[in-house]
């Protein structure tokens, strides 16, 4: 199983920036993935998330409005579009799957089956 993150990179106040997480080795039309987030000296949150079909997502308050989560079953990827970034999206970004959506409505605080290599997202200002 590999879920590789890429498109990271340095990014001015305001700006946007796509990130994309190809994934191999599962069944991924049948996974929910979501995007992470560590800042350093931070604990790791959730971003965002979308379901198996891409018919539902949710999103962390901090982000609603501004990311936009999406995904595309015949190329296995999903995507993060990042637009009117912050200071404090500054972050290695994570993408990583399972096969539940949610658990007891709980979105990111619960355990994922598979994680991926992060990419650097530093937003200058």
């Known amino acids: 199983v590999q879920l590789q993150a890429s498109g990271g990179g340095m990014v001015q106040v305001g700006g946007s920036l796509r990130l994309s997480c190809v994934a191999s080795g599962f069944s991924f039309d049948s996974y929910a993935l979501a995007w992470f987030r560590q800042a350093p000296g931070k604990e790791r949150e959730g971003v965002s998330l979308?379901?198996?079909?891409?018919?539902?997502?949710y999103y962390a308050d901090s982000v609603r409005g501004r990311f936009t989560i999406s995904r595309d079953n015949t190329r296995n990827i999903v995507y993060l579009q990042m637009d009117s970034v912050k200071p404090e999206d500054t972050a290695i970004y994570f993408c990583a799957a399972d096969r539940w959506y949610s658990s007891d409505n709980h979105y990111f605080d619960r355990s994922y089956e598979y994680w991926g290599q992060g990419t650097q997202v530093t937003v200058s200002t």
């Open positions: 979308i379901n198996f079909r891409g018919s539902a997502t």
